[in-house]
């Protein structure tokens, strides 16, 4: 029985909740605003009313009154059309009705369909609110005095239109009752109306498939940006700082023996560190501006290639490059690209390849493609090998994701001789 007796408690709790909570609450008071938005239209609608029934007092009878109200309608949702109101109708929606804000549109209504949604949106919620705020202006009075009749006697004596069955004392006895019954049925009445109004929100105010179509493209050029970004920061400053710890281990190991060798590592060191300080405020200018005005352009294979291989070969690393291509040649976005790939296939030879070894590169052009190959031996070559494959680190991934975005290749992998190949072809595109 005292399971029985918690599960009746929790019942009413969640009962009253549905009536009386917070967010019916916040609903009603959203149709009080929906009948106060309907007042002008129910007096437009009087006005037509009036004269079409050739009445004199409209307000004086309920059903002209229900005629003025439903011919007031048509005429809100005709003031719709104007562009604040979807915006105004969405907000309300959002604060007093509970409903997501992403499930909302609240931008203004350009198109036939959207305006019609709108309208049909704005009528029923005056419509919905009128009848609500009607009876909320109504019952509770009617209430009081059926909760309060057996008490006063003078009450059943007074003109106030009461129904002549409370004459008995059956229906005298019952008043409470059926006045304690009135405020429930309004208070489920306007639950019930503002849970369809929420309901039908998404549906009236929500994006439509071009609004939804329009937002997932804009959200995939903001990932495509923020991806170009990563790979942006991941290749200039990984590279900078392989370089620089080649540099220091480097100077560090000669300092005492060949101190010309450490100025000039030193000075690697700083125009590196310089050269990323720049490229990275770029970077974080376009994250906080959408662009990066004043901050110089992004480094290619044209204009920055020769200072690429000073600074690594001041590091230390012995580099062979051949690069019979012409930089100067190349698209300027292929040139950007190429230049970050060269970039991060250094950057993996000066960190994978180990100490005192080899590295070759090669960028030529061939059957009008830019090929790009870096080849350095292995400190422990694999047992095993297969065909190779891009895989790894985040940097052949981003390799990879240049190489396809300009409808190129990247392969990268040991090829059975304990050497590692990274080999990179792009189409090239030449200006009509």
């Known amino acids: 029985m005292a399971a029985t007796a918690v599960g009746s408690t929790a019942g009413v709790r969640e009962f009253a909740r549905l009536l009386l909570g917070r967010r019916a609450r916040l609903r009603w008071v959203h149709l009080i605003l929906g009948g106060a938005l309907a007042m002008p239209y129910v007096l437009l609608g009087e006005a037509f009313v009036g004269p079409i029934t050739g009445s004199q007092n409209v307000f004086g009878d309920f059903r002209l009154q229900l005629l003025s109200f439903a011919a007031g309608l048509p005429l809100a949702a005709a003031t719709s059309l104007f562009p604040l109101t979807r915006p105004l109708e969405a907000s309300a929606v959002r604060w007093l009705c509970g409903v997501d804000a992403d499930r909302l549109v609240y931008g203004p209504a350009r198109t036939r369909a959207a305006k019609g949604r709108t309208a049909a949106w704005f009528a029923l919620h005056l419509g919905f609110g009128g009848i609500v705020a009607g009876m909320s202006l109504a019952v509770p009075p009617f209430a009081v005095v059926l909760i309060v009749l057996p008490l006063f006697a003078w009450l059943r004596d007074s ?5 002549e069955v ?17 405020l429930l049925a309004l208070a489920g009445c306007a639950a019930g109306a503002g849970a369809l109004l ?14 939804r179509l329009a937002a997932a493209e804009a959200r995939a050029a903001d990932l495509a940006v923020r991806n170009r970004l990563a790979r942006e920061l991941h290749d200039s400053v990984g590279h900078a700082l392989s370089a620089v710890t080649l540099q220091a281990s480097a100077a560090r190991r000669v300092l005492d023996s060949d101190p010309e060798f450490v100025r000039e590592a030193l000075a690697a ?14 970077v974080l200018g376009v ?33 062979t490059a051949t690069v019979p291509a012409d930089p100067d040649a190349l698209p300027p976005v292929l040139s950007r690209e190429a230049y970050r790939i060269v970039q991060e296939g250094l950057s993996n030879a000066v960190r994978h390849a180990g100490d005192d070894v080899r590295v070759t590169l090669c960028v030529e052009l061939a059957d009008d493609h830019l090929e790009i190959s870096v080849e350095n031996p292995l400190a422990d070559p694999p047992v095993s090998t297969g065909s190779p494959r891009l895989g790894g680190g985040h940097g052949l991934r981003g390799i990879a994701d240049r190489a396809r975005l300009l409808g190129g290749t990247a392969r990268a992998g040991p090829d059975g001789a304990g050497t590692w190949r990274l080999h990179v072809r792009l189409p090239v595109r030449f200006p009509a």
Do not use: K, M, Q, Y
Not at 159 to 163: K, N, S, V, Y
Not at 198 to 211: N, V
């Open 287 to 319: 994250l906080r501006d959408g662009d990066a005005p004043g901050t110089g352009p992004a480094p290619t294979l044209a204009a920055d290639l020769d200072g690429l291989l000073s600074r690594v070969r001041a590091g230390g690393l012995r580099l």
């Open 159 to 163: 003109r106030l239109g009461l129904p």
């Open 198 to 211: 929420a309901r039908w929100a998404p549906a009236l105010l929500g994006p439509a498939p071009e609004d």
């Open 269 to 282: 060191i700083e125009d590196t560190t310089r050269r990323t300080v720049g490229e990275l405020d770029a």
């Open 166 to 182: 409370l004459d008995h004392t059956w229906a005298l006895a019952l008043s409470p009752v059926a006045g304690i019954a009135c």
